[in-house]
């Protein structure tokens, strides 16, 4: 399956459990534009991607959402491997592909993570 995901084509929902194989998704943006984000203030499992100017105001309205790209296992995140949009392609990459687990920060998520429901105990 391969996804395209152009300027102001609005953000798309990807469920990857809906279908099979390996799973590419392209972005008409270079790969320096290219952000990810995680809200793990609500424990979201979601894999946001889109543009690094998108992200400012906190609203994903060009990217793409990759439902349950994670799972929360023991408190921490790890990869989903059974929903898995495996690559990433860009604009500068040509017929080059990003592997999506290996570009993601997994430790930094956690660490952030981490952060966030230490801080919750806290407040408590």
């Known amino acids: ?13 990807v469920n990857e ?3 099979s194989g ?3 998704i ?4 270079l790969a320096s534009e290219i952000s990810y984000n995680v809200e793990i203030e609500t424990s979201s ?7 690094s100017d998108d992200l400012t105001d906190g609203q994903n ?3 793409a ?13 790890a990869f989903n491997d059974d929903n898995v949009v495996e690559y990433l392609q860009t604009s500068d990459s040509g017929d080059q592909v990003y592997d999506l687990q290996a570009v993601v920060d997994l430790a930094g998520i ?10 919750s105990l806290e407040i408590a």
Not at 66 to 74: C, G, H, K, R, V
């Open 65 to 77: 959402v990759i439902e349950d790209f994670f799972t929360l296992e023991n408190g921490d995140y």
């Open 17 to 19: 459990i809906l279908v």
């Open 45 to 51: 499992t979601d894999l946001q991607l889109t543009s």
């Open 1 to 13: 399956m391969t996804l395209y995901n152009g300027p102001d084509a609005g953000a798309d929902i």
């Open 61 to 63: 309205d060009i990217g």
């Open 110 to 119: 956690n660490a952030a993570y981490d952060a966030t429901q230490t801080a």
């Open 26 to 29: 392209s972005f008409d943006l």
């Open 22 to 24: 390996t799973d590419v």
